[in-house]
């Protein structure tokens, strides 16, 4: 009998994707490709990708008196059909199909467009194409303002019914704080309880990051509690999925 495909929701951060460096890593995306060729036999995958700014601010420096952010919303403009070229030709040698869907928060908060996102997205996914989401910063600024992606991810895995949603960091997944403080840096393996975590947070985030830690235990609170597990990894590893499926790797678990 054909057995259902485990439902992965992959949320790549700009820092991950461009291995913190001011360039997209088109290595970071080959090793992308590669493990979801990999499972592709037991899993599907939709992916929430950052990156549309980093990618425009590799060839362009804008002219503004404006607000930073209208020049981010323009840079993400930019930025964002040539972010999805580079997918699209390095999916296509590991035989993989790509779709582009730009949401933002409010989207989520209404009915009818719920509904648009879970048809669109199912019939992308059944025919094998590999939707890539991103937020629609022309309309939107939450997430280049105050997240990090990780609530677009958190909604769409929560909205898709994902069985499991990825977040790809630049940490083995969430550290102790004590264990930040001493310079050994030791993972949380497993989260049962929210409030055991609101004390290991500190207040450091990375270069291109925006949320830090807090917006991903944020983000793996929302898919709690549509029931969905979220894995915080680390993304700048190759083969990231495939060894914390493995437990090859220390992540963090939040369940
Ligand atoms: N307890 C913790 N464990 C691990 N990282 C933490 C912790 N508290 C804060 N951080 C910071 O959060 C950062 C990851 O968030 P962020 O920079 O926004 O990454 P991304 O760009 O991947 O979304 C880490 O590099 C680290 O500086
Ligand atoms: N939507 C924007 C960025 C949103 C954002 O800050 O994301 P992240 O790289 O996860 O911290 C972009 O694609 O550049």
Redesign the pocket.
Known sequence: MHKKKKRILL??????LTKETNNISRGKIEDIANQIAQLQDTCEFIIVS?GAIAVAKQFVKLESKQEDVFVKQALASIGQPHLIRIYQEIFREYGLLTSQCLLSYSDFEKEESKVNITNTINVLVNNNYIPIINENDTVATDEIKFG???KLGALTASLLNADLFV???????????AS?ESGT?K??KEVTNFSE?TD?????????????????IEAAKVAKEAEVETW?VN?LEDNFIVNAMENEVPF?KIK
Do not use: C, R, W
Not at 11 to 16: A, D, H, L, R, Y
Not at 167 to 177: F, H, L
């Open positions: 949320k790549m951060g700009s820092n991950t950052s990090d992606n990780d977040i790809a960091t630049n940490t083995n997944g969430i550290y102790t704080k930040i840096p993972t949380i975590l290991e947070v500190v207040n450091s985030k990375s270069s291109h990051g925006s949320g830090g830690m807090q917006s991903k915080i993304g963090t």
